[in-house]
């Protein structure tokens, strides 16, 4: 299986900060790297998409980068509704897919 | 646009089984590949399985093999996830989400069901 790992696993920063979670995957894979954010009670949020594709409605503040092992998901300017928990996954082997522990980001 | 509804929260005994819907609206259920995860309170997430349209196939996690089936009904448009052999360490809440085969991620996710087993 492909282990995925990120760091950090919690985060405090201000509103206007900008933010870099990073996920690292035990083999290369590619490009094949997604981002999702998640807030309490709700499902994931799909934001980035092969590693550095923006989604369709999600603002711009958000990038992804990297390939091969290693990943970043940057947040450009905080803002309050941005607060929440963000994890990666990786698609390059389906067998299974598997998702990084979580990165939760919390208001200082 | 593609709208998922699951069935509503069940709480079940240790050794007993649980049979979750999501129901498809905007497209047709053979049109997407659905997939399966889930998450346990205060936990990550965590794949279980999902349809893999090059082989025709279902393919699970190894951890649920055996314990796990997913169907669909076609002329219905939902899906079905059964997990069996309920443990507490199966209370979770469990999504569908259609795996988009271009892109190879998860675009939509149904709202989710809450498992809980306890005795």
């Known amino acids: 299986d492909i282990q995925m790992t990120q760091s950090p696993s919690s985060l405090s920063a201000s509103v206007g900060d900008r933010v870099t979670i990073t996920c690292r995957a035990s083999q290369s894979i590619s490009s094949y790297l997604n981002w999702y954010q998640q807030k309490p009670g709700k499902a994931p949020k799909l934001l980035i998409y092969a590693a550095s594709s923006l989604q369709s409605g999600v603002p711009s503040r958000f990038s992804g980068s990297g390939s091969g092992t290693d990943f970043t998901l940057t947040i450009s300017s905080l803002q309050p509704e941005d607060f929440a928990t963000y994890y990666c996954?990786?698609?390059?082997?389906?067998?299974?897919?598997?998702f990084g522990q979580g990165t939760r980001l919390e208001i200082k | 646009q593609v709208q998922l509804v699951q069935s509503g929260a069940e709480v079940k005994k240790p050794g007993a089984s649980v049979k979750v819907s999501c129901k498809v609206s905007?497209?047709?259920?053979?049109?997407?590949?659905m997939h399966w995860v889930r998450q346990a309170p205060g936990k990550g997430l965590e794949w279980m399985g999902g349809?893999?349209?090059?082989?025709?196939?279902?393919i699970y996690a190894q951890k649920f093999q055996g314990r796990v089936t997913m169907t669909e009904d076609t002329s219905t448009d939902t899906a079905y996830m059964e997990l069996s052999s309920l443990r507490s360490e199966d209370t979770a809440v469990y999504y569908c989400?259609?795996?988009?085969?271009?892109?190879?991620?998860?675009?939509?996710w149904g709202q989710g069901t809450l498992v809980t087993v306890s005795s």
């Open positions: 905007g497209y047709t259920l053979t049109e997407l590949s």
């Open positions: 996954q990786q698609s390059y082997s389906t067998l299974p897919i598997t």
């Open positions: 349809f893999d349209p090059e082989d025709g196939e279902t």
């Open positions: 989400a259609p795996f988009d085969s271009s892109g190879y991620y998860f675009d939509y």
